[in-house]
């Protein structure tokens, strides 16, 4: 069902298939008219449908992972009350959603195009792997992904092994590639690839490092800003974040409308 407002749709979907790890939830739900509007970078709103839940603050932001046919597909981490609800959840229960949202990820013309994740900031990183692939099928696309530890990056697995993507990680712990952070990796592989468009998702202190670094070597960088959300969609103003860049306005951006991903000068300076 449309509801009439820049191509949103509020639904109803039912679980497809749901798995969790220790902590980290893959779901994939039946909702064709938000496969056919979503944009890599997007997200959706989501909580357990009725009886399990009839708590409209319940709905929580998730990337877009995956979009598959009709087939949609996040990656959450449970971390408190919505995410455990959504995590109890079972293979052909509903849930309640609404999306997709907010502006994604601008594909560059560039031939060179670095896909920076951390952690669950990795998720939106697959569908913009495909897009970029479709649309710029002869450009090189390096994805540098870096966690905690080797377990938190095992439910990306079918992500790392698209065709046509060189993949490189890091582990805080050293337990898998790199020990140390993903920006190192991309201070390694700029030199070696040459000059491209960088997109970043993770916690907010490797984003900014990622920024930094861009901003020093003149690369464009987009990156996608969490922030806690309440409507999702531009009315509430909960989800309000300072500029840094001063382009004479109000100073302030809103994720959810227009984010979550954002130039990274517009954020940063
Ligand atoms: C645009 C967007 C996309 C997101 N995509 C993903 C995704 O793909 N996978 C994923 O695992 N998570 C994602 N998140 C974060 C996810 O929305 C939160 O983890 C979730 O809302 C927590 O809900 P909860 O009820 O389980 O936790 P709560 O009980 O609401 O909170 C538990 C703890 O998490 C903190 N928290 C909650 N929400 C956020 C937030 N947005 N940013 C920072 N800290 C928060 C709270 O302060 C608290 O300490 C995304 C957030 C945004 C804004
Ligand atoms: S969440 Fe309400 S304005 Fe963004």
């Not at 509007?37 to 009839?54: C, D, L, T, Y």
């Not at 090189?140 to 530890?149: D, E, P, S, T, V």
Request: charged share 20%; net charge neutral; proline share 4%.
């Amino acid at each position: 069902m449309n509801n009439g407002d820049g191509g949103r749709y509020q639904l109803q979907a039912e679980i497809e298939t749901v798995s969790c790890g220790k902590d980290i939830c893959t779901m994939t739900l039946t909702a064709p008219a938000i496969c056919r509007a979503a944009r890599a970078g997007q997200f959706i709103m989501v909580r357990a449908a009725e009886p399990r839940s009839n708590d409209p603050l319940l709905r929580r932001p998730f990337s877009i992972h995956r979009v598959d046919g009709e087939r949609l597909t996040i990656v959450f981490k449970v971390v408190g009350r919505g995410t455990h609800m959504l995590a109890c959840l079972q293979e052909r229960e509903r849930v309640d959603l609404f999306g997709p949202l907010g502006k994604g990820f601008r594909i560059a013309d560039d031939s060179v195009h670095y896909l920076v994740g951390g952690g669950m900031g990795i998720a939106p990183l697959h569908m913009l792997a495909e897009c970029i692939r479709r649309s710029r099928p002869a450009a090189k696309i390096i994805a540098l992904l870096g966690a905690r530890n080797a377990g938190e990056l095992e439910v990306f697995v079918s992500f790392m092994a698209l065709a046509d993507m060189q993949v490189r990680i890091s582990t805080d712990d050293g337990s898998a590639g790199h020990h140390g952070f993903v920006t190192d990796l991309l201070t390694r592989a700029v030199p070696e690839h040459g000059a491209g468009a960088v997109y970043c998702c993770g916690p907010q202190p490797m984003m900014q490092a990622v920024a930094r670094y861009c901003r020093d070597q003149k690369l464009a960088c987009q990156v996608s800003l969490e922030a806690m959300m309440a409507c999702a969609v531009g009315a509430c103003l909960g989800c309000a974040v300072k500029k840094t860049a001063d382009d004479g306005d109000d100073g302030y951006v809103h994720v959810c409308k227009d984010g979550p991903v954002f130039a990274a000068e517009e954020i940063w300076r």
